[in-house]
């Protein structure tokens, strides 16, 4: 007997708040393209090297929200003739692709705070860009909350990643701000705090972009959930009534989702259509054991041993 429950891959307008997964994207989307418009462009008016970098960052945000909303609209499609297990692992690359894009913003942050650390800064730059670098850290931040609480609702880690993407560039802001401060309030002298607080901040972003590749990865080949969830499903099912044993229990990840398979052992006695009232609740406790199982499919075969 073959029991399956229906998938419940997250769409475009999955999550339980107001805010969907693809609207934060696209707040993300319009608040990257005014933030880069604004840094880069009194970058290159006031020669701000800090503040330019700033802004080329920004830009990099608009290519990791671009491939959320289409990973979103890939995601969302149902099962179809070429996809029979539906396009959920489309989230998955979209987050590798993040999680990478991270990684190379942590370790760009790092090479060019090193590569200009002897680089003088100009000393007449003024106020301006301090506060263009320091204003764009609150709406970075603020979006980095939103986005990290709408991506959890709804269970979609290329949300979840995206939002640690906005909160790099809060990081960058940081350190334009305060190289700028130094040169604006202490001279030149002290502009060094600029390339010091970016190498530290990236360090640490650089551990959160290992972090995201590394779940993408162990997603894609395939590897199962950590050992606590797989118990709580083991319980489900043992838990079941009509259910003697179980065997051949095989737990897989697709866009944050669990999917699995369990062969499990009834009486031999019973009816074909009982078997199969036993396959049904051994899915409806699966999928509502709180460990997010998308699909389950279940193998009934009768007991070789009494039942009793």
Same mark, same amino acid.
């Given at each position: 007997m073959?029991?399956?429950?229906?998938?419940?891959?997250?769409?475009? !307008?999955?999550?339980?708040?107001?805010?969907?997964?693809?609207g @934060?994207?696209?707040?993300?989307?319009?608040?990257n393209v005014l933030l880069a418009l604004a840094k880069m462009w009194v970058g290159l008016t006031l020669r701000s090297q800090a503040l330019l970098a700033d802004g080329l960052h920004s830009v990099s945000d608009l290519v990791t929200d671009s491939a959320v909303l289409v990973g979103l609209r890939i995601s969302g499609r149902p099962p179809d003739e070429d996809h029979h297990y539906g396009h959920g692992r489309v989230t998955t690359l979209v987050t590798l692709f993040v !999680?990478?894009?991270?990684?190379?913003?942590?370790?760009?942050? @790092?090479?060019?705070?090193?590569?200009?650390?002897?680089t003088p800064h100009n000393g007449t730059l003024g106020m301006v860009p301090f506060w263009v670098a320091l204003v764009s850290i609150a709406?970075?931040?603020?979006?980095y909350r939103l986005t990290l609480k709408v991506g959890r609702e709804a269970g979609d880690r290329s949300i979840v990643a995206n939002a640690w993407h906005h909160r790099t560039d809060a990081f960058t802001s940081m350190a334009a701000a305060a190289g700028l401060a130094g040169v604006a309030f202490g001279g030149p002298e002290w502009a060094f705090l600029d390339h010091l607080t970016a190498v530290v901040l990236s360090a640490f972003l650089g551990v959160t972009a290992v972090r995201i590749i590394r779940e993408s990865v162990a997603e894609l080949i395939d590897v199962a959930p950590a050992r606590a969830v797989s118990e709580r499903i083991e319980r489900a099912v043992a838990g079941t009534?009509?259910?003697?044993?179980?065997?051949?229990l095989r737990l897989r990840m697709m866009g944050g989702s669990i999917m699995l398979d369990v062969h499990v052992h009834v009486d031999p006695t019973l009816t074909v259509g009982e078997g199969h009232d036993i396959a049904t609740e051994v899915q409806a406790r699966l999928l509502d054991c709180g460990c997010d199982v998308a699909e389950a499919i279940v193998h009934v075969e009768p007991c070789e041993r009494d039942a009793g």
């Open positions: 073959r029991g399956r429950a229906a998938p419940c891959v997250p769409s475009p !307008g999955g999550g339980s708040g107001v805010m969907t997964p693809g @934060v994207t696209w707040v993300g989307l319009c608040v !999680g990478t894009a991270l990684l190379a913003s942590a370790g760009w942050i @790092v090479y060019n705070a090193i590569g200009t650390f002897r709406p970075k931040e603020l979006l009534p009509g259910v003697v044993e179980f065997h051949a």
